[in-house]
């Protein structure tokens, strides 16, 4: 059973920071390249970063301007997303997500690469 729980959201200040992290099992991690995913209110996922197996390349989507970090922690199964200069639009619920093939990755993934997918964790960014 594949099973990916995210943690670490919360409400933060517009320019603040949020690291979210999440644990996985069930699966051979390191095979497996991994995402962030976010939905915002009234509005579809939208894919925010991967990272491959390995953990050395990394790929993000515009909207993150360079503001978000991917990394992941084979030893302990986990992948995390560190935020930065947040803003209201941040505003959503974070998922992790598993990439449906092992070994292979696409840098711009679409919602159907992905075949499991935590519960999700909520980031607020408001005053």
């Known amino acids: 059973e594949v099973t990916l729980v995210e943690s670490g959201g919360g409400l933060v200040q517009p320019g603040g920071s949020l690291r979210l992290s999440c644990v996985a099992s069930g699966f051979t991690f390191s095979d497996y390249a991994m995402s962030w995913v976010r939905q915002r209110p009234g509005r579809a996922r939208e894919w925010v970063s991967i990272?491959?197996?390995?953990?050395?390349?990394?790929s993000y989507a515009s909207h993150t301007e360079d503001r978000f970090t991917i990394s992941r922690d084979n030893t302990r199964n986990t992948i995390s997303l560190n935020m930065n200069s947040l803003k209201p639009e941040d505003t959503a619920v974070y998922y992790c997500?598993?990439?449906?093939?092992?070994?292979?990755?696409?840098?711009?993934?679409?919602?159907?690469?992905?075949?499991?997918w935590g519960q999700g964790t909520q980031v607020t960014v408001s005053s």
């Open positions: 997500a598993k990439y449906s093939r092992p070994h292979v990755y696409e840098l711009r993934p679409n919602m159907d690469d992905f075949d499991s």
């Open positions: 990272i491959n197996g390995g953990g050395t390349i990394t």
